[in-house]
């Protein structure tokens, strides 16, 4: 018997209770999705090809993208159609295969802030509002989804040096954009890394509230090895802080407004003398069991999110070893073991539905 079906008939004993097709009906889950960095320079064409049909065998219904505004708009109202068709590729490689668009646009050009780098913000919020309008119009009816930014609570992440008022200032120039380019993509709030229940009180306070039609988070345990029911400590580095999240849209009378996980995982890495608790690694049934238990977790106990975003979809040869550990295919594109856990909850379970 080949490998790939001892591990998915075994992941269905171990974790469905009974063979194949067996389990209990349940509420459904959320639908799955991952991180494609389809549009950086390191992928080949024939390897976007092979990965997303990959992602695709694997039950994945939403890949989320980089959509650079700097690789878009290389001067003030001058766009690059080099990079134009690049992202409509990876598009249309996505919906062809009838997988969701969620677009991330971050990442300010040089022009725009006085070549401070691409994680300072504009000096004019009205600049991304623009780009947020073209990119919403070109994007009409293919990107089903677009997240405002990267992280903006995190400034340790390397994706935003600003804070919550210019953060807040960006989507209130982009929301209305989005919208009027494409009325129907939903329009996510980055509340950033971890459950920060803080940055999106402030924001609030600051003029978020009508701005966003739904908030992303990004659930990674501040201790990287630990299991994601682990108990709530009051801080924002537990998965479990979520309903603090929650608290803070419902005080705001947001409560029909829902949370997606738009990046979350652990990572497959040895550990080293020293580390630091959230780059802490786990073996890979470890990572495959996290897996299948955060969607059971999210299903049982967080029914406003109904899309939840692993991070990633693949390692790169040479990548350091923590990053490259959080990927559904290694290096060379061979499925580990947490995508055929995915592939078997999705496709064979019976309980995804």
């Known amino acids: 018997m080949k490998k790939r079906h001892v591990l998915v008939l075994f992941a269905a004993l171990v974790l469905g209770g009974g063979w194949l097709g067996a389990a209990p009906a349940r509420a459904a889950s959320p639908a799955f999705g991952t991180q494609f960095h389809c549009t950086w320079g390191a992928y080949t064409d024939q390897q976007r090809v092979e990965v997303i ?42 919906r062809s295969r009838g997988i969701n668009v969620l677009g991330v646009l971050h ?17 004019d919020s009205g600049d991304y509002g623009w780009i947020a309008g073209w990119v919403a119009q070109h994007f009409r009816g293919r990107v089903s989804a677009w997240q405002m930014w990267n992280e903006p609570s995190n400034p340790d992440a390397g994706s935003w040096d600003g804070d919550v008022n210019q953060y807040v200032s960006l989507i209130r120039a982009a929301y209305p954009a989005l919208k009027s380019g494409d009325p129907n993509a939903l329009v996510l709030f980055a509340n950033g890394a971890y459950q920060d229940d803080r940055f999106l009180r402030r924001a609030y306070e600051v003029g978020a509230k009508g701005y966003f039609d739904a908030v992303a988070t990004h659930p990674y345990q501040g201790q990287g090895d630990l299991p994601p029911e682990t108990p709530d400590n009051g801080t924002i580095w537990r ?23 738009t990046e979350f995982g652990w990572t497959v890495h040895d550990n080293w003398p020293g580390i630091d608790y959230w780059q802490l690694g786990v073996t890979g049934e470890q990572q495959a069991d996290y897996l299948v238990r955060m969607i059971r977790y999210t299903r049982d106990n967080f029914p406003y999110v109904p899309v939840m975003i692993w991070y990633k979809e693949r390692a790169w040869t040479g990548e350091e070893a923590h990053w490259a550990g959080y990927a559904l295919l290694d290096s060379e594109l061979r499925p580990r073991v947490a995508y055929w856990w995915l592939q078997w909850y999705y496709t064979y379970s019976g309980q995804a539905g």
């Not at 001067?75 to 080099?82: H, V």
């Not at 050009?109 to 006085?114: Q, R, V």
């Not at 929650?246 to 029909?256: I, L, N």
């Open 53 to 94: 049909d990959r992602l695709k065998w694997a039950g994945v219904k939403w890949v989320r993208i980089d959509m650079g505004w700097d690789a878009f708009e290389y001067e003030r109202y001058k766009i690059s159609g080099w990079h134009v068709d690049l992202a409509d590729r990876c598009v249309d490689l996505a």
């Open 107 to 123: 990442r300010t050009p040089g022009w725009a802030n006085g070549n401070r780098g691409p994680t300072v913000p504009p000096y």
């Open 239 to 261: 998965i479990s802080h979520l309903p603090a999240v929650r608290q803070v849209m419902v005080d705001w009378g947001d409560a029909g407004k829902p949370i997606w996980f």
